[in-house]
Nanobody, 125 residues
Framework: QVRLVESGGGLVQAGASLRLSCAGS????????LAWFRQAPGKERESVAS????????YYAKPMKGRATISRDNAKNMLYLEMSSLKSEDTAVYFC??????????????????WGQGTQVTVSS
C-alpha cells in the first residue's frame, strides 16, 4: 500500500507564499486522483484542491481560487500545493490524500482513501 508523507508546513507571515509537498512511497500513485484537505482548530475538515488521476482536471475550493496551484509529478511520486497571499484563515493542518481506487476524477475524502499524517501551516498577522 502507498504511504503518504506531507512536508513544507511552518510558520509564515500573512501575505507570504508556501509550497507543500506530499511524497508517496511503496506503490506508485499513478492513475489515482490526489487531493489536499485541511482542518483548522474547532472546524471540520475541508477540501482545498484536487487533481484527477490523469492530471487533466483540477479543482480548487472557493477560498483558494487564485491563490493556490495543485500539481503532481508521477515520475517522482510527488504531489504539490503552492499557496500565495496567505491569510490567518489559512492556518490549519494540511493533509494529502489519494483515492482508494484508480481512474477517478476526485478523491472521495473518506476513510477508505489513503491519508498522510498532515503538516501544520500557521499564518501570523
Amino acid at each position: 500500500q502507498v504511504r503518504l508523507v506531507e512536508s513544507g508546513g511552518g510558520l509564515v507571515q500573512a501575505g507570504a507564499s508556501l509550497r507543500l509537498s506530499c511524497a508517496g512511497s511503496g506503490r506508485t500513485f499513478t492513475n489515482y486522483a490526489l487531493a489536499w484537505f485541511r482542518q483548522a482548530p474547532g472546524k471540520e475538515r475541508e477540501s482545498v484542491a484536487s487533481i484527477s488521476w490523469s492530471g487533466e482536471a483540477t479543482y480548487y475550493a472557493k477560498p483558494m481560487k487564485g491563490r493556490a496551484t495543485i500539481s503532481r509529478d508521477n515520475a517522482k511520486n510527488m504531489l504539490y500545493l503552492e499557496m500565495s497571499s496567505l491569510k490567518s484563515e489559512d492556518t490549519a493542518v494540511y493533509f494529502c490524500a489519494a483515492a482508494a481506487r484508480p481512474f477517478t476524477l476526485v478523491v472521495r475524502g473518506d476513510l477508505d482513501d489513503v491519508w498522510g499524517q498532515g503538516t501544520q501551516v500557521t499564518v501570523s498577522s
